[in-house]
Nanobody, 125 residues
Framework: QVQLVESGGGSVQAGGSLRLSCAVFGNLYGTFCLGWFRQAPGKEREGVAVINSDGSTSYADSVKGRFTISQDNAKNTLYLLQMNSLKPEDTAMYYC??????????????????WGQGTQVTVSS
C-alpha cells in the first residue's frame, strides 16, 4: 500500500513562487510514475508534471519553463514541485498521485491508483 501526503500550498501574488512536497509512505518501487495534477472549480483534473522512476520528466505546456518536478536528493521518498512565476490561472487544488506505469507524453488520472488529499494553491493578481 502507498500513501501520499502533500504539503506546501498557500496564497501568493502573481509572479511569486511556491514549492509543493509529496511525501511517499509505503513501497513505491520498480517502474512507477509520480505526478502532480490540479483541479480548479468547475474544471476537469489536469496533469501538471510527472516524473518516472528512471528520472525522466514531462510537463504540461501551460507550466513548461515555470514548474520543476524533482525527487529530493536527501530523502528519496519526497517529491517536489517547484512553481515559479505563478499566474492567477494556476489557482487550483493540487494533488500528488502515483501509479505503476511509465508516463510518456500522454497520460491520464486513470493511470494513477494512489492519490493524496490535495493542497490548495491560490494566486492573486
Amino acid at each position: 500500500q502507498v500513501q501520499l501526503v502533500e504539503s506546501g500550498g498557500g496564497s501568493v501574488q502573481a509572479g511569486g513562487s511556491l514549492r509543493l512536497s509529496c511525501a511517499v509512505f509505503g513501497n513505491l518501487y520498480g517502474t512507477f510514475c509520480l505526478g502532480w495534477f490540479r483541479q480548479a472549480p468547475g474544471k476537469e483534473r489536469e496533469g501538471v508534471a510527472v516524473i518516472n522512476s528512471d528520472g525522466s520528466t514531462s510537463y504540461a505546456d501551460s507550466v513548461k519553463g515555470r514548474f520543476t518536478i524533482s525527487q529530493d536528493n536527501a530523502k528519496n521518498t519526497l517529491y517536489l514541485l517547484q512553481m515559479n512565476s505563478l499566474k492567477p490561472e494556476d489557482t487550483a487544488m493540487y494533488y500528488c498521485a502515483a501509479g505503476w506505469v511509465y508516463c510518456s507524453g500522454d497520460y491520464s488520472p486513470r493511470d494513477f491508483g494512489y492519490w493524496g488529499q490535495g493542497t490548495q494553491v491560490t494566486v492573486s493578481s
